[in-house]
């Protein structure tokens, strides 16, 4: 093995037990809500629509040991925090070309761990974390499914989603990719578990958190056509 292949394998490995990691901080963060509202659980302490996604996230901090609150891109101190992230495969943002996830879109709140990790806090705003929510039908590169008029089917379905956290295990470092060193998580009423999309590294946490070594994902080039 060269020694750059040895670098290069051994900051994959870096990497995979960070996630892994973070993903068990971020459960036992969860529990601990739970505890110190005195309702075992139940994720829905946490996750009061009454409050907004930055008052949620200044309850989860003090569950993660000198973590620091960003409230946004905009917070003194806080700009380096929020970054360009590529998905784990291609993915339009309702466009016809590779898109990108600002790290918490600029405005989502972040929690800054002593290790150099970021916490993206997402509240649904979900009475009790269930909703009836409408969305559009979209095949796995983000593009609308249409039906036999060329029109785009919209559907409406029960979700019981507290939150999605999404978190980058070394921050601004690279790879800056779903599915590396940037996993995300849902948080519903009663457990927590790996993302269900693709483009948001779903296939590679699942792995990773099951004990494999290896990341899942494709390349692409932000802005180009899928498949360039």
Same mark, same amino acid.
């Given at each position: 093995m060269t020694l750059p292949s040895l670098i290069q394998k051994n900051h994959d490995k870096e990497i995979i037990v960070? !996630?892994?990691?973070?993903?068990?901080?971020? &459960?036992?963060?969860?529990?601990?809500?739970?505890?110190? &509202?005195? !309702?075992?659980?139940?994720?829905? !302490?946490?996750?009061?629509?009454?409050q907004t996604h930055a008052e949620t996230a200044k309850k989860l901090v003090k569950y993660f040991n000198g973590a620091k609150f960003c409230q946004s891109s905009n917070q003194k101190g806080c700009y380096n925090y929020y970054y360009d992230i590529k998905y784990a495969q291609f993915y339009t943002n309702d466009a016809s070309t590779g898109g990108k996830w600002t790290a918490g879109d600029g405005w989502l709140p972040a929690i800054i761990l002593n290790n150099g990790g970021i916490v993206y806090v997402h509240q649904r705003n979900n009475p009790d974390c269930y909703a009836e929510e409408s969305y559009t039908v979209r095949d796995e590169y983000g593009y609308p499914i249409l039906d036999e008029n060329g029109k785009e089917q919209v559907r409406t379905s029960y979700v019981s989603i507290c939150s999605v956290i999404t978190f980058d295990v070394n921050g601004k470092k690279l790879p800056n990719r779903f599915g590396q060193d940037v996993q995300q998580v849902i948080i519903y009423k009663d457990k927590i578990t790996p993302s269900y999309q693709k483009h948001t590294g779903s296939e590679s946490i699942k792995g990773i958190l099951s004990g494999s070594d290896k990341f899942i994902y494709s390349d692409y080039s932000v802005g180009a056509e899928q498949g360039k």
């Open positions: 960070r !996630v892994r990691k973070l993903y068990s901080d971020i &459960s036992n963060a969860a529990m601990k809500a739970q505890a110190d &509202s005195g !309702v075992i659980g139940d994720n829905s !302490v946490l996750f009061n629509p009454n």
